[in-house]
């Protein structure tokens, strides 16, 4: 059985504009490592216009069945502090051919691994958005977007919080047919640039891939005549370089 994490991407936002921001979240996938509260993530704008973001969090919960479902996060009790990952701040004002950090902290138990969507939405900022900016420059930033056509995209990454005991116990069980990763451990364990390819022909190769499994799943492959794998097998900071032949 093989469970990989997909990124989903987010739907587009057309707007008016000629000038346009344009911003870039880095790796698509981060992960807090165990002994860490908090990370770091910075967006870049290298549109021509100030760029506003809204920054949203969901929680992913895999089923026994490997499927999976998006929560909103929990408030424990009576008390407004939420259980998961939260953005600080979760809006942010990036300037043309800038960038700017928020931090994402997770408060809450981590007695297991937890994983979560974070969203990063540009928008056109509403007085409801809490931006902190009059409305004047509310206005001014319309009338800049008054001409053309734009698109401003919103990007989502997936964020991996380690439980703090994080601990890893990847066995690999390689057979003439078929090769196995399964993930004894805590924590998720991640196939970084897997390549299929031909053993007679270098050209002939199947897309890269990146996988994940996570803890108490598998993954397997079925090792064809004449092909080659390879990939790097990646246990939190400790990289090993997988190479698998074909019958």
Same mark, same amino acid.
């Given at each position: 059985? *093989?469970?990989?994490?997909?990124?989903?991407?987010?739907?587009?936002?057309?707007?008016?504009?000629?000038?346009?921001?344009?911003?870039?979240?880095?790796?698509?996938?981060?992960?807090?490592?165990?002994?860490?509260?908090?990370?770091?993530?910075?967006?870049?704008?290298?549109?021509?216009?100030? &760029?506003?973001? +809204?920054?949203?969090?969901?929680?992913?919960?895999?089923?026994?069945?490997?499927?999976?479902?998006?929560?909103?996060?929990?408030?424990?009790?009576?008390?407004?502090? #939420?259980?998961?990952?939260? &953005?600080?701040?979760?809006?942010?004002?990036?300037? !043309?051919?800038?960038?700017?950090?928020?931090?994402?902290?997770?408060?809450?138990?981590?007695? *297991?691994? #937890?994983?979560?969507?974070? +969203?990063?939405?540009?928008?056109?900022?509403? *007085?409801?958005?809490?931006?902190?900016?009059?409305?004047?420059?509310?206005?001014?930033?319309?009338?800049?977007?008054? !001409?053309?056509?734009?698109?401003?995209?919103?990007?989502?990454?997936?964020?991996?919080?380690?439980?703090?005991?994080?601990?890893?116990?990847?066995?690999?069980?390689?057979?003439?047919?078929?090769?196995?990763?399964?993930?004894?451990?805590?924590?998720?364990?991640?196939?970084?640039?897997?390549?299929?390819?031909?053993?007679?022909?270098?050209?002939?190769?199947?897309?890269?891939?990146?996988?994940?499994?996570?803890?108490?799943?598998?993954?397997?492959?079925?090792?064809?005549?004449?092909?080659?794998?390879?990939?790097?097998?990646?246990?939190?900071?400790?990289? *090993?370089?997988?190479?698998?032949?074909? #019958?």
């Amino acid at each position: 059985m *093989k469970l990989v994490i997909t990124l989903l991407g987010l739907c587009l936002y057309s707007l008016g504009a000629m000038a346009s921001p344009n911003i870039n979240i880095g790796s698509v996938f981060d992960y807090m490592d165990a002994g860490h509260s908090s990370y770091l993530k910075r967006v870049y704008n290298g549109g021509s216009s100030t &760029a506003f973001v +809204r920054i949203s969090i969901l929680e992913i919960v895999y089923k026994p069945d490997g499927t999976h479902e998006e929560v909103p996060l929990n408030s424990k009790g009576n008390s407004p502090t #939420r259980d998961g990952l939260i &953005a600080s701040p979760a809006r942010l004002i990036v300037p !043309a051919k800038g960038n700017q950090g928020t931090r994402l902290l997770f408060k809450g138990t981590r007695d *297991k691994e #937890r994983y979560y969507r974070v +969203r990063f939405v540009p928008v056109v900022p509403e *007085k409801e958005d809490q931006f902190a900016i009059s409305e004047g420059e509310v206005s001014e930033y319309k009338k800049s977007l008054s !001409a053309g056509v734009n698109v401003m995209a919103g990007y989502g990454t997936i964020f991996i919080v380690r439980p703090s005991n994080a601990r890893f116990d990847t066995r690999i069980e390689d057979t003439p047919l078929q090769y196995t990763l399964r993930n004894n451990g805590n924590t998720v364990v991640v196939l970084e640039a897997f390549k299929d390819c031909s053993l007679k022909d270098a050209q002939d190769c199947k897309p890269v891939t990146l996988h994940h499994v996570l803890p108490g799943r598998f993954m397997t492959f079925t090792k064809e005549a004449d092909r080659h794998y390879r990939f790097n097998l990646i246990e939190g900071h400790v990289k *090993k370089n997988i190479e698998v032949q074909g #019958r």
